[in-house]
């Protein structure tokens, strides 16, 4: 019913619209009204005002691939929208563009960062593994420079990249970070010689220099050859040399305090001494597929892996299931003739998916609480729901068939209203029970429509982040694996490698995430090919 | 019966109360009961929110199933101890920015997809599909560490801001979505937009006047699957905004629970039915494309 009704106020807007005053300008114009032009003209000056915006601080830093990048981009802009013979380009640029840089070079990017082993202490090249060594090392001589030092940061309080404002004895500022040393300008310094205000720098309270002095003591700003800058305490910093120091001749470094010789080991990107023990800053190395190998073939990783790839698959499939047997249920139950209070079924059954999802997962969290959760105090019990891996599985399906199900009630609401109801009566009048004539007749044809949608939600839920992240964190965990939970998908698990460990282990999170893709891929492609969805482009 | 032709008289018949039962419960009887469970399982956690948010004490622990007093402690609490307003504004910004742009683009794409013919058309609406198998949150490490870069020499699109987010969001603007509009701009007869050609009508007077007009649902449930997929998006928002005053409202109800469950759940109650606002708005005011724009693929399928 509803679908006619558009159709018809469609249809009316079609024969609406020859009525309307003559289009200015010829066939294939191509340019098209005056007006046009101008927006033409508009737009591209702003895109031009956006790359010339663009190239500035890269030109400040000498980036000239990002130079290089930004004007092929801009030429590329000009071509398309100048051309008259680029029409189909002209539609597709705006949303390509923005695909290709934050779809397409991404999961490039991921790809070549998993067979790395990019992670904290793997992060930069070899370089600055040197020269954060060093700078590490620093330890004061009797005629090292001071400065008064000011704690600062370029982002969050909390967790922004450190950075140290220093002013000299002659009064002169600077400003330090992880990569070197440069000038200051325009900041206002008290006469203590303490920065009171820097642009683009947050200058950290003392509490906030306290809370994060672990990072403090480790903080070094490399100055030059074997030299760097270090705190001491948390207004002061000093000038001083390094007593690791790197040699080219050997590839290694070596420890004047105590003598140890550290030797590079290109293949896994740290430096190692005798007995096997590494500096802490290494750097970047290709690794091949020793990611991939890792939760394939290494004991521990593979057991995590594996068991969660079970319940991933297990969770997507009986989410997908559950949620279209209530929702074809629902659906059937209304679909009805001359039922009573139809409408506000619909309104009231549809109202968990109208509400925020991200929401109603920490709402059912908090349902699931042991001590104050509704389920425990409404039934009396004393029940653990999340603290026990089959309850904490079955908490997560059902907050999701609750969240689900109404979507799947849309959908097969409409197809069964798309299905002429004399199909299911001519059955019935040959002699076929209501649930035959609904398995054999209704339901192959609810099916045709219904599979994509049903892939659909598999390959949603196969990767439902929040679904799991929002109610259990993947927890529970068992004591003698803390990083793969019972709950846990492998997009939290990947999710918790990169972000939520003490170390970022971004090359196996990235290796993860490919291995994601390819099951989701071989999934998707087996299930496409028996559905018709791919006959369509022609 | 009103319809009755005049002249026939019925026989006085009168049904007890058992035959009247039994009839109403093979009838539509049976049905009323089923949805009578089904509301029941639907609206319990509504429910449950509701009464949170109004119940006095703000506590989990005390938050009843029937609201047991009604106050608006929890919002005044709510606007003072949290920088909820721009929270709201932040998660809406998202939303409705995201919503916006990803129509337009992806109208654009679809219009070319429909209409055009041109080498790589096929294998750009393939690529399309086999992009999707690659959701953007799974590369979201690489994300992090561009934007690490990118941030350093842009600030205004490095983390903590808007616009970095924003800018990977529209990343996911031509997806399935375009699919979706692809399929039905197809149903538009071609002969309309040839005519206005005719008429002299750039292709993108086509576009912007005769195409538009025909696929509003179409537009409309994009527009609100993308609405509420952005303002529930937790993951990568998680990654990119971690000042508080940078944070969505989803972000921020998360820490308001994380550290205090018990004691903050009327506030978060508050926030919830606050987050679920918007999208109740924009499903009322689209229902009437709802039923028609998700079966519109599905059929197609």
Redesign the interface.
């Known amino acids: 019913m509803v679908a006619s009704k558009s159709a018809d106020s469609a249809g009316a807007s079609g024969q609406g619209a020859p009525a309307r005053p003559h289009l200015p300008g010829g066939r294939f114009a191509g340019g098209g009204s005056i007006g046009g032009q101008l927006v033409r003209i508009a737009l591209l000056g702003l895109f031009t005002a956006l790359g010339v915006w663009a190239v500035l601080p890269l030109y400040v830093g000498g980036n000239w691939w990002g130079i290089g990048l930004v004007v092929a981009v801009v030429g590329l802009v000009y071509r398309v929208y100048l051309s008259r013979r680029t029409v189909p380009a002209k539609y597709l640029l705006p949303g390509v563009l923005f695909l290709v840089a934050f779809q397409v070079l991404p999961v490039l990017y991921t790809m070549s960062t998993s067979v790395t082993n990019l992670s904290d202490g793997h992060r930069g090249d070899k370089q600055q593994a040197i020269a954060s060594i060093e700078a590490y090392s620093v330890t004061s001589s009797a005629d090292a420079e001071e400065y008064t030092l000011t704690v600062a940061t370029t982002g969050a309080p909390e967790t922004g990249e450190l950075v140290f404002l220093l002013t000299d004895s002659e009064g002169d500022t600077y400003a330090g970070t992880e990569e070197g040393l440069s000038g200051l300008d325009g900041a206002t310094v008290e006469p203590s010689g303490k920065v009171t205000e820097a642009f683009g720098h947050t200058i950290l309270s003392p509490a906030q220099v306290n809370a994060r002095s672990d990072e403090l003591q480790e903080f070094a700003v490399p100055t030059g050859e074997g030299t760097g800058i270090r705190s001491s305490g948390l207004s002061t910093a000093f000038e001083g040399s390094a007593t690791r120091v790197y040699d080219e001749a050997c590839d290694c470094v070596t420890d004047t305090a105590t003598g140890t010789v550290y030797h590079a080991d290109d293949e896994r990107g740290a430096f190692y001494d005798e007995s096997g023990e590494r500096l802490a800053q290494g750097w970047q190395v290709g690794v091949g597929f020793d990611n991939f190998a890792r939760f394939l073939f290494n004991p521990t990783f593979a057991s995590s892996f594996f068991t969660i790839l079970v319940w991933n698959i297990a969770f997507a499939v009986s989410v997908t299931f559950l949620v279209f047997v209530l929702g074809l249920a629902i659906a059937l139950t209304l679909h009805a003739p001359r039922l009573r209070g139809k409408v506000a079924y619909r309104v009231l059954v549809v109202l968990p998916y109208a509400m925020s999802s991200l929401a109603m997962f920490l709402l059912w969290r908090d349902m699931f609480n042991t001590d104050f959760g509704l389920f425990n105090r409404v039934l009396g019990l004393e029940v653990d729901w999340l603290g026990d891996p089959w309850t904490a599985r079955a908490a997560v399906i059902l907050a999701n068939v609750w969240l689900g199900y109404p979507y799947m009630f849309l959908v097969a609401t409409g197809a069964l209203q798309a299905i002429p109801r004399e199909l299911g009566q001519a059955a019935q009048i040959d002699g076929a029970s209501a649930w035959q004539s609904f398995r054999h007749v209704t339901l192959p044809l609810l099916m045709v429509a219904m599979t994509p949608i049903l892939i659909a939600t598999f390959a949603f839920n196969f990767n439902n982040f929040n679904a799991v992240w929002l109610i259990s964190q993947g927890g529970p965990f068992s004591p003698d694996n803390p990083t793969a939970g019972a709950t846990d998908l492998l997009i939290t698990y990947t999710y918790r490698l990169a972000f939520n460990e003490a170390t970022a282990q971004y090359g196996y999170a990235a290796a993860l995430s490919v291995m994601i893709f390819l099951i989701v891929s071989v999934l998707s492609v087996i299930s496409l090919s028996r559905s018709s969805a791919l006959k369509e482009v022609d | 019966m009103a319809v009755d032709t005049p002249g026939t008289v019925r026989a006085p018949y009168r049904r007890t109360t058992g035959v009247r039962l039994g009839l109403w419960a093979r009838g539509?009887g049976w049905?009323?009961l089923?949805?009578l469970v089904?509301?029941a399982?639907?609206?319990f956690?509504?429910m449950?929110?509701v009464s949170a948010a109004l119940n006095p004490l703000g506590?989990?622990?005390s938050?009843q199933?029937w609201p047991s007093g009604a106050s608006l402690d929890n919002a005044a609490d709510l606007f003072r101890d949290t920088p909820f307003a721009t929270w709201y504004t932040n998660s809406l910004f998202f939303a409705v920015t995201n919503a916006a742009v990803t129509v337009?683009?992806?109208a654009?794409?679809a219009?070319?997809f429909s209409r055009?013919r041109?080498r790589g058309?096929?294998v750009?609406?393939?690529g399309l599909?086999?992009?999707q198998?690659?959701?953007?949150?799974?590369?979201?490490?690489?994300?992090?560490?561009?934007f690490t870069n990118i941030g350093?020499?842009?600030?205004v699109i490095g983390?903590?801001t808007r616009w970095g987010l924003l800018?990977?969001y529209?990343?996911?603007?031509?997806s399935?979505n375009?699919w979706l509009m692809k399929?039905f701009f197809d149903t538009?007869?071609k002969e309309?937009d040839e005519?206005?050609?005719?008429?002299?009508?750039?292709?993108?007077?086509v576009?912007f006047?005769?195409m538009l007009?025909?696929v509003?649902?179409v537009l409309a449930i994009v527009a609100l699957l993308v609405f509420?997929a952005t303002?529930?998006?937790?993951?990568m928002a998680s990654?990119f905004l971690?000042?508080t005053d940078a944070k969505t409202l989803?972000l921020g109800?998360?820490q308001l629970?994380a550290s205090q469950?018990?004691a903050n759940?009327g506030m978060?109650?508050v926030?919830?039915i606050m987050?679920?606002l918007p999208?109740?708005a924009v499903?009322w005011f689209l229902q009437?494309?709802?039923?028609?724009g998700?079966?519109a693929?599905?059929?197609?399928?």
């Open positions: 539509n049905r009323h089923v949805m089904v509301v399982f639907a609206l956690p509504v449950f929110v506590t989990l622990s938050a199933l337009l683009f992806s654009l794409a219009y070319a055009m041109f058309r096929r750009g609406l393939l599909l086999v992009i198998m690659f959701p953007q949150f799974l590369a979201i490490v690489a994300i992090y560490l561009m350093e020499y842009y600030p983390f903590d800018l990977v529209l990343g996911g603007a031509l399935i375009t399929g538009v007869p309309l005519s206005a050609q005719m008429d002299g009508a750039s292709h993108a007077q576009f006047r005769i007009p025909l509003t649902p509420i303002i529930n998006e937790f993951l990654v971690r000042d989803g109800l998360y629970v469950r018990n759940f978060f109650a926030g919830a987050l679920s999208t109740l499903f009437r494309y709802i039923t028609e998700l079966t693929g599905a059929v197609k399928g």
